[in-house]
């Protein structure tokens, strides 16, 4: 992907087998405008087509929300709760990042290091806790379910929340780690009917709603607030 002139996002150009024309989307979790193309068209007729649609492509891209990178004084979600950054550079040379509560304030999160290096202590330390969180929930409805996942996986991932692999590997994004932890256990659930049910047909969501009653309520949620949690920490380009 590369950035054109005019635009503060890269652009990519994908040739499709089964397209009969140009089209155009621009990705809010990826931050990225992307062009659908035949597999006749060459990328000077991706690029008019861009230009020729440059105004709804700018306005589509300011209407996102703000990214929030990973940085000292920030404040950023953790279990769905707000929490401010501090990087200690005093600290440098430690591993543990730490969460500290402070009444009448925000709880904290310190991570010893620069403003260079602490962020890659904490989206490692955010991966740790997601795991620990996503094994526990997959592991308790795996068992109310009657189910054995093969091992589970917390990735980068922004098209999905979770996924479910043939061979049984739950893999889960990270930033569920950010959202409610009712949330987080809805996708663990989610996923865990997968070993059973590989689609999203009546019997998939009976067996999701066996062990997560409120289902509703949390895809409601994921919908209206998920694509928030998409502004926090690394992204792909």
């Keep these: 992907m590369e950035p054109i002139d005019g635009l503060s996002a890269p652009v990519e150009v994908r040739r499709h087998p089964k397209a009969r024309r140009l089209t155009l989307r621009v990705s809010r979790t990826r931050r990225a405008v992307i062009v659908t193309m035949p597999y006749q068209c060459d990328l000077n007729e991706a690029g008019n087509f861009v230009d020729r649609n440059i105004d709804w492509v700018r306005a589509r891209l300011d209407s996102l929300p703000e990214v929030v990178a990973l ?7 953790l ?3 707000p929490h401010r950054l501090r990087f200690i ?3 440098q040379g430690r591993r543990a990042v730490r969460r500290i509560e402070m009444e009448g304030e925000l709880p ?3 991570a010893p290091g620069t403003a260079a290096t602490a962020p890659a202590k904490l989206m490692a330390w955010l991966h740790t806790e997601a795991r620990k969180d996503l094994d526990a929930r997959v592991q ?5 379910l009657g189910l054995k996942p093969k091992r589970i996986a917390v990735r980068d991932q922004t098209s999905r929340w979770g996924s479910c692999s043939t061979t049984g590997v739950l893999s889960f994004s990270w930033r569920l780690i950010l959202a409610p932890p009712d949330i987080l256990d809805y996708v663990a659930a989610h996923e ?3 070993l059973k049910e590989m689609n999203h047909g009546p019997r998939f969501w009976a067996l999701v709603r066996k062990t997560y009653p409120d289902l509703d309520s949390a895809r409601r949620w994921l919908q ?6 998409h502004r926090y920490g690394a992204h792909r380009t």
């Design 192 to 194: 865990v009917a997968h």
């Design 79 to 81: 279990r769905g709760e």
């Design 224 to 229: 209206v607030y998920g694509i928030d949690l």
């Design 140 to 144: 308790w409805h795996a068992q109310r």
């Design 89 to 91: 550079e005093s600290l």
């Design 71 to 77: 940085a000292d004084n920030v404040v950023i979600p």
């Design 108 to 110: 904290e999160l310190t």
